[in-house]
């Protein structure tokens, strides 16, 4: 299907694990993000990608790690998941010069 | 430093009748001020957008208003259905940076009574 994905949907896992996020998309975006969604915190940007194999750190990038080989593919690994990374995360694209961004359908991760 | 701040955690509207979401902001080099919509489980949709030179913009029921002096934006729903029950985020956008980044506020939760 077109658009942009995310997987897994739900994620359990236990602190100190790596776990990695995929995020994929289909209209051949050149930027991509990812954010992160708490209460009282609104979405805020972990790391961004400008193109394949450019990313740059955003406002919460401590624990997270990201590349971009391809573009259509940011995936987001948390090297040693902590409880503080329990969140929802949302992936999201844009074509440059543009502000608009698409969001993916979020993935819940929790750790435990 | 919170650029973009939605102080209303929350607002209960009656069908029909009309919901003011308010954003307030800090970064006066924002070009662009855009309104987001998040229903749960689901990923955050574009809802309208408007330009700093403007002072509003109206798409159906929504209505975006700037007020640059004050750095204060709103957005009106007239009138309110049911199904607009939702977080709502506004975010800002810089240009002249290169990668289209936003700052988004805290978020509001809708809730449109029948």
């Known amino acids: 299907d077109a658009g942009i994905t995310q997987s897994p949907r739900y994620k359990i896992t236990e602190t100190g694990r790596q776990v990695t996020l995929m995020c994929h998309q289909t209209w051949s975006h050149s930027y991509m993000f990812w954010y992160r969604q708490d209460l009282g915190h609104g979405l805020r940007l972990i790391y961004y990608s400008a193109a394949a194999d450019i990313t740059d750190k955003g406002e919460v990038p401590d624990g997270y790690v990201v590349s971009r080989s391809k573009t259509e593919n940011f995936p987001l690994t948390l090297e040693s998941a902590t409880r503080s990374q329990t969140s929802v995360y949302f992936c999201?694209?844009?074509?440059?010069?543009?502000?608009?961004?698409?969001f993916g359908p979020g993935t819940r991760l929790t750790v435990t | 430093d919170q650029q973009v701040k939605q102080n209303s955690p929350s607002l209960s509207v009656q069908e029909g009748r009309i919901s003011i979401l308010n954003c307030d902001y800090t970064?006066?080099?924002?070009?662009?001020f855009l309104w987001y919509k998040k229903y749960p489980a689901e990923g955050p949709t574009f809802l309208i957008s408007?330009?700093?030179?403007?002072d509003k913009n109206e798409d159906g029921r929504f209505t975006v208003f700037l007020n640059k002096s004050a750095k204060h934006l709103s957005l009106h729903i007239v009138p309110s259905q049911p199904g607009d029950s939702a977080v709502y985020f506004c975010a800002g956008f810089q240009g002249g940076t290169s990668y289209g980044k936003l700052t988004f506020g805290q978020g509001t939760i809708l809730t449109v009574h029948p």
């Open positions: 408007i330009s700093s030179i403007k």
């Open positions: 970064n006066s080099m924002f070009d662009y």
């Open positions: 999201a694209s844009t074509l440059a010069g543009t502000y608009e961004q698409y």
